[in-house]
């Protein structure tokens, strides 16, 4: 009997959220009358998969605005209707977002409120928003953050590395010599790195990671809070075989261990007499035993190779 009272509660608990009405006794948090001292902008987080990881106070601010403005339309039109959210519709994307934030900004200084959405997770997090954010505050307008889902959060909070301490480089590089170059500038970095990936250039960047920076613990967060949501960890040569030669789908964060230090006593000579030891074994290419020798020695491929070819 208890049982199914605790069921009906938490029913009306579920209906209750959807309807996103603010506290007893509390009154609404934006205004929707205009004049007076201007609007406020606010920046909503939305769900990055799993529409139930929506706030209620997320809820509450886009049913009270007078505006929301949306990386896709079509995209948040889904989320929109989810919770039965009725609130006019406006796009604010990349190409359009520098010529059309002016029309917003004159909303908001006429008294109006406004919120802003990417597709998913936070806005201005790699998305849109920057331009939108930055031109509210020179003109004195309250820009109020909406806080909610993260992927980068999301997946440094399952990862198992370092969390006090991490850096986040948004999108890596599309063209491989420019990817490149960034990892190598990274090589020193000593806090966890955080990317977002294609899940077509996946395979590439990783093995660029195991090749400038050497056998590192790796991460890849894949659809997460989805269906087919998956994680896979391990050093960077593992998570390379275990995706094999198939099709990576889905949204894709990557992390990256931070540099812990070379082991103390392996020295350059000490790196050549295992190398020697290798070819005298036969049937690795060069590049095999610098994979071979950064895992169990902790070195930097980039150093390994110097070496090799520069003895």
């Given at each position: 009997?208890?049982?199914?009272?605790?069921?009906?509660?938490?029913?009306?608990?579920?209906?209750?959220?959807?309807?996103?009405?603010?506290?007893?006794?509390?009154?609404?948090?934006t205004?929707?009358?205009?004049?007076?001292?201007?609007?406020?902008l606010?920046?909503v987080?939305?769900?990055?998969?799993?529409?139930?990881?929506?706030?209620?106070?997320?809820?509450?601010?886009?049913k009270?605005?007078?505006?929301?403005?949306?990386?896709?339309?079509?995209?948040?039109?889904?989320?929109?209707?989810?919770?039965?959210?009725?609130t006019?519709?406006?796009?604010l994307?990349?190409?359009?977002?520098a010529?059309?934030?002016?029309?917003?900004?004159?909303?908001?200084?006429?008294?109006e409120?406004?919120?802003?959405?990417?597709?998913?997770?936070?806005?201005?997090?790699?998305?849109?928003?920057?331009?939108?954010?930055?031109?509210a505050?020179?003109?004195?307008?309250?820009?109020?953050?909406?806080?909610?889902?993260?992927?980068?959060?999301?997946?440094?909070?399952?990862?198992g590395?370092?969390?006090?301490?991490?850096v986040?480089?948004?999108?890596l590089?599309?063209?491989?010599?420019?990817?490149?170059?960034?990892?190598?500038?990274?090589?020193?970095?000593?806090?966890?790195?955080?990317?977002?990936?294609?899940?077509?250039?996946?395979?590439?960047s990783l093995?660029?990671?195991?090749?400038?920076?050497?056998?590192?613990?790796?991460?890849?967060?894949?659809?997460?809070?989805k269906?087919?949501?998956?994680?896979?960890?391990?050093?960077?040569?593992?998570?390379?075989?275990?995706?094999?030669?198939?099709?990576?789908?889905?949204?894709?964060?990557?992390?990256?261990?931070?540099?812990?230090?070379?082991?103390?006593?392996c020295?350059?000579?000490?790196?050549?007499?295992?190398?020697?030891?290798?070819?005298?074994?036969?049937?690795?290419s060069?590049?095999d035993?610098?994979?071979?020798?950064?895992?169990?020695?902790?070195?930097?491929?980039?150093?390994?190779?110097?070496?090799?070819?520069?003895?």
């Amino acid at each position: 009997m208890k049982k199914n009272v605790h069921q009906r509660r938490d029913k009306k608990r579920k209906a209750s959220i959807r309807e996103a009405g603010p506290p007893a006794g509390e009154q609404p948090e934006t205004r929707k009358s205009s004049g007076g001292t201007g609007g406020t902008l606010y920046v909503v987080a939305t769900p990055i998969g799993n529409l139930d990881d929506i706030t209620i106070r997320a809820i509450r601010v886009l049913k009270e605005v007078r505006l929301i403005a949306a990386e896709d339309t079509r995209r948040t039109r889904i989320l929109l209707n989810a919770y039965q959210i009725l609130t006019p519709l406006t796009s604010l994307y990349d190409q359009n977002e520098a010529r059309k934030c002016g029309l917003l900004i004159a909303r908001l200084q006429g008294g109006e409120d406004v919120a802003y959405v990417s597709d998913a997770g936070t806005p201005g997090i790699s998305d849109p928003g920057y331009i939108l954010v930055r031109e509210a505050i020179l003109r004195g307008i309250r820009v109020a953050p909406v806080p909610g889902a993260s992927a980068l959060i999301a997946a440094l909070s399952v990862s198992g590395l370092p969390m006090d301490s991490f850096v986040f480089h948004g999108f890596l590089p599309s063209k491989s010599t420019r990817r490149r170059e960034l990892l190598t500038s990274l090589l020193e970095e000593e806090k966890t790195l955080i990317f977002y990936e294609s899940p077509r250039r996946l395979l590439s960047s990783l093995h660029d990671i195991g090749e400038l920076l050497g056998g590192r613990e790796v991460v890849v967060s894949r659809e997460m809070t989805k269906i087919y949501e998956e994680f896979l960890r391990g050093p960077v040569s593992e998570v390379i075989t275990g995706l094999g030669d198939g099709t990576v789908r889905g949204e894709v964060t990557l992390i990256v261990a931070g540099r812990t230090g070379e082991t103390p006593d392996c020295s350059d000579e000490e790196l050549l007499r295992r190398h020697e030891q290798l070819r005298r074994e036969g049937g690795l290419s060069l590049r095999d035993m610098a994979d071979r020798l950064a895992q169990e020695t902790g070195v930097s491929r980039r150093r390994i190779y110097r070496l090799l070819l520069f003895p």
